[in-house]
């Protein structure tokens, strides 16, 4: 007869995590391609903005990079670019800034070794093993972003999780940073970036959580952006828009091509990285022509399609090898980098965890700044789980262990430690180990390092079961962070009369 698994719940004094801090990344960079090999990837760029350029549908964008000297044909709505016209722009452009969080000590630093974990943003669909695949809600999306803030390993709540469908399209947005803004105290990333006026709410919001007027907003940015161009060669109206809206706000905002090698780029990762790097550049450019020395950086999401189906593919080796050389590009242009933890798998398997390892794997050795979805992504980024959270969360643990300084003290080498246990002795009862026990090594969140039988009597449970438990636990124990009333109530006064300018007769 099949042993009964029993759901008994894991008590929040059994979980581990390491304390919310700044991760710094003490490795040397990988690089996987030459010096001079960079600047191939950077002068084949160059000519394609100058000989083929790209699309930009905003004629306010169209307008302010005529300005500035680039070759605009409106009819075709086609800007070209002088290579020095480029090389000119990308100077002046911060290689550091801050993201200030609504709790100060929730404050991060974005650039040089710093490396920022953000959980998921974007998908439609969430998932866990308790319902299944389905639409997302607002009580879902609720809940991910109470997970967001009960995780200190993520120190960005990087865009609301799953979108609530049910919610009107042209004003879920509202009530998804409302859930960031009042019931997480990091700092955060808006899911939405496709309107200028979608990125001024972003904006007001933000300038509101932090109680500041818009000039403070500007010396204290409080809100991280990204836009993807619409690869092959393309910006449409609304992400030009919203770059233009967030450069002269003064907060940061990444420029990230979606590079399918194969699908919208040709079919080797060589010339997705020159496609991907042009596209970069253009975006980069236009912030630089909307406010000169406005903190607008570099964003990877190379990958490559499945040419047996033309389905996307993530994780894979192309992928990481993307991530290590656009940290070389980065690098090179001295701008923050910004990639992603990413897999195609349909559900928390092994394929999701491999996968997800390779992507992480490759963003530490590139010294990627920004991880994004790093918590959360499943099936290519089109469900938010549950489950992979806290899968994620116990691999990103790892890594952030992996990069902590070692201690070569003599007090923890610890040779009187040695002599006390003799040769053939042990060290259990030794006086160095009995000091430090507790907090010798790293402790997992998921990980059930039991025997065979301890695991078995109580209940088998596989690792994607207990993180089941583990969200369920968290949830339990949440508690809403401290928030001025008179913010929170301004912030719910602008979602509410924001609704009724773009809904009136809802």
């Known amino acids: 007869m099949a042993r009964r698994r029993t759901s008994r719940p894991i008590r929040s004094n059994t979980l581990k995590q390491r304390p919310f801090s700044t991760l710094r990344n003490p490795m040397l960079p990988a690089e996987i391609i030459s010096a001079d090999q960079v600047e191939v990837i950077h002068h084949t760029s160059l000519q394609v903005l100058r000989d083929i350029g790209i699309v930009v549908h905003s004629a306010v964008a169209r307008k302010l990079?005529?300005?500035?000297?680039?070759?605009?044909?409106?009819?075709?709505q086609t800007v070209q670019f002088d290579p020095a016209l480029i090389e000119e722009l990308m100077t002046g452009i911060p290689s550091e800034f801050t993201i200030h969080a609504r709790?100060?000590?929730?404050?991060?630093?974005i650039g040089g070794n710093v490396l920022t974990f953000a959980t998921v943003c974007?998908?439609?669909?969430?998932?866990?093993?308790?319902?299944?695949?389905?639409a997302g809600t607002l009580q879902d999306m609720r809940n991910f972003v109470k997970l967001s803030a009960s995780l200190n390993v993520f120190h960005h709540e990087g865009g609301a999780g799953c979108e609530p469908l049910e919610l009107p399209a042209e004003t879920r947005h509202l009530d998804m940073m409302l859930a960031q803004t009042t019931l997480c105290d990091k700092g955060w990333q808006p899911c939405w970036m496709n309107t200028a006026e979608r990125a001024h709410d972003c904006i007001e919001m933000a300038r509101i959580a932090l109680n500041?007027?818009?000039?403070?907003?500007?010396?204290?940015?409080?809100?991280?952006?990204?836009?993807?161009?619409?690869?092959?060669?393309?910006?449409?109206?609304?992400?030009a828009d919203a770059v233009i809206e967030f450069a002269r706000a003064g907060q940061p905002v990444h420029i990230t091509p979606f590079t399918l090698a194969g699908a919208m780029a040709p079919a080797s990762i060589g010339g997705a990285l020159v496609q991907q790097n042009a596209e970069a550049l253009a975006?980069?450019?236009?912030?630089?022509?909307?406010?000169?020395?406005?903190p607008v950086f570099y964003g990877h999401f190379t990958s490559n399609v499945d040419m047996r189906t033309g389905s996307p593919a993530f994780g894979t080796p192309e992928y990481a090898q993307s991530v290590i050389v656009s940290g070389q590009m980065a690098r090179r242009y001295r701008i923050p980098l910004r990639s992603s933890n990413t897999t195609g798998a349909t559900c928390v398997d092994a394929q999701a965890t491999y996968e997800s390892?390779?992507?992480?794997?490759?963003?530490?050795?590139?010294?990627v700044n920004v991880m994004m979805h790093a918590g959360g992504w499943l099936e290519g980024g089109l469900t938010c789980s549950f489950e992979k959270l806290i899968l994620d969360a116990e691999l990103l643990q790892l890594q952030s262990a992996l990069l902590d300084?070692?201690?070569?003290?003599?007090?923890?080498?610890?040779?009187?430690?040695?002599?006390?246990?003799?040769p053939g002795g042990h060290f259990f009862g030794t006086a160095h180990t009995l000091q430090r026990y507790e907090t010798a090594f790293y402790s997992p969140l998921l990980s059930d390092w039991r025997n065979y039988e301890a695991w078995h009597d109580d209940g088998a449970k596989t690792a994607t079961e207990r993180a089941n438990l583990i969200w369920k636990q968290l949830l339990r124990d949440y508690e809403k962070p401290a928030i001025d009333p008179a913010?929170?109530?301004?912030?719910?006064?602008?979602?509410?009369?924001?609704?009724?300018?773009?809904?009136?007769?809802?």
């Open 65 to 76: 990079l005529a300005e500035v000297g680039a070759d605009v044909n409106h009819d075709t």
């Open 103 to 109: 709790n100060p000590t929730k404050t991060v630093s």
């Open 122 to 134: 974007g998908p439609s669909f969430v998932s866990d093993l308790d319902r299944g695949r389905r």
């Open 212 to 239: 500041t007027d818009a000039e403070g907003l500007r010396s204290r940015p409080g809100i991280l952006g990204g836009i993807n161009t619409n690869s092959p060669l393309l910006l449409d109206d609304g992400q």
């Open 283 to 294: 975006g980069i450019v236009l912030g630089q022509a909307a406010c000169r020395g406005a």
């Open 357 to 367: 390892n390779m992507s992480i794997n490759a963003c530490i050795q590139g010294h």
């Open 405 to 422: 300084p070692i201690d070569l003290s003599d007090a923890a080498i610890g040779v009187d430690a040695m002599k006390e246990a003799g």
């Open 487 to 506: 913010i929170e109530e301004e912030l719910e006064a602008y979602v509410a009369n924001r609704k009724l300018e773009i809904l009136p007769n809802a």
